[in-house]
């Protein structure tokens, strides 16, 4: 209850905006596939513009309708939130339960069970909690760095041990010499 991942908050691009648009106007599946699969993944606000920046989506007819109109209204959600979904490698950590400080939710993930936080990484920062970024290259390197510190010192305090048990032996083969 102590730890949750992070949401991220996905908004609307170019392909989105423009099938969600679609849909509303009635648009077939079939009839939105064949027109977003020449939307290059960019944002929203580009749509209208389109033809004359990327060259494979020069044959969409963007002036005729109801493209007209789905461009126009794609563009106006552009940014807008559509959905959460989990931050690929935000975890909070909190010092108690995790619901005194922020909403949760299960995360839509194939039945995982697992648990995130409504807010994304920039507020869950502000809430004062401990945030950690698994993917962070610095992240990484620090774990790494420190589990190969802790089994270098386990090397050392095992190889003093065994130092410290073959010199009790010797000093008492020693003392066996001297007494003897």
């Known amino acids: ?55 494979e989506a020069r044959h969409l ?17 552009a940014g807008f939130p559509r959905h959460l979904s989990i931050h690929p490698g935000g975890v909070v950590i909190s010092p108690e339960p995790i619901t005194n400080f922020t909403a949760l939710e299960y995360a839509e993930n194939k039945g995982l069970g697992l648990i995130i936080t409504q807010p994304d990484m920039y507020p869950i920062e502000d809430l004062g909690l401990v945030k950690i970024d698994l993917l962070s290259q610095r992240s990484l390197a620090v774990v790494k760095d420190t589990m190969e510190k802790v089994r270098l010192m386990q ?25 003897g």
Do not use: C
């Open 61 to 77: 007819k963007f002036n005729d309708e109801p493209w007209k109109t789905i461009v126009n209204i794609a563009q106006k959600i």
């Open 155 to 179: 090397r050392l305090r095992l190889s003093n041990e065994s130092e410290s048990l073959d010199s009790t032996r010797d000093e008492a083969k020693v003392f066996e010499l001297k007494k």
């Open 1 to 55: 209850d102590r730890v949750a991942m992070i949401s991220t908050t996905v908004t609307f691009r170019a392909r989105s905006a423009f099938r969600e648009v679609a849909k509303v106007f009635g648009i077939s599946e079939a009839e939105i596939s064949e027109y977003s699969q020449y939307i290059p993944w960019t944002s929203a606000e580009n749509l209208p513009h389109l033809a004359e920046k990327f060259p």
